[in-house]
């Protein structure tokens, strides 16, 4: 994990996803990975036996990397909420020993209203799509 991630999203264990920052530009995109262990508590439940990771957890993946393309330093005050999830799609099962590359591309910026395209992939096969809207608001507003 890498010290960029703590830095702009303010989740921690078990929560906090993404394994490592490969690319970014503030404002405009990032490019995260997740490396898929059996360790992961959703598998103790989800699926004994044939474990495959919850569409739930590849959007909250998404939204991560999201976080990381806004850009907004956690320390800072302000906290990115999940407001939106359109046109998702699961294309693909996602079990212990993939790989995602996660890409999350800010395509709109509005009085702190952010519109993200997110794509996930295992290898080279997308296995999850959607469109985030990620609301930037006080940290005092959600307390």
Same mark, same amino acid.
């Given at each position: 994990m890498t010290d960029k991630i703590k830095y702009f999203l303010p989740h921690r264990?078990?929560?906090?996803? /993404?394994?490592?920052?490969l690319e970014d530009k503030a404002g405009e995109y990032a490019i995260c990975r997740k490396c898929v262990s059996h360790s992961e508590p959703v598998f103790q439940g989800h699926f004994p036996g044939q474990p495959i990771l919850p569409g739930v957890m590849l /959007?909250?993946?998404l939204a991560?990397?999201?976080g990381i393309a806004i850009a907004i330093p956690a320390n800072q005050g302000l906290v990115g909420i999940l407001g939106e999830v359109t046109k998702a799609?699961?294309?693909?099962m996602v079990t212990p020993g993939d790989i995602l590359t996660l890409?999350?591309?800010v395509v709109a910026n509005k009085m702190k209203v952010y519109k993200v395209d997110c794509?996930?992939?295992n290898e080279e096969k997308i296995v999850c799509q959607?469109?985030?809207k990620i609301i930037v608001?006080?940290?005092n507003d959600v307390k």
């Open positions: 264990y078990p929560f906090l996803l /993404i394994d490592r920052v /959007i909250e993946m991560q990397t999201a799609k699961f294309k693909g890409t999350a591309t794509i996930a992939k959607c469109q985030l608001v006080s940290e």
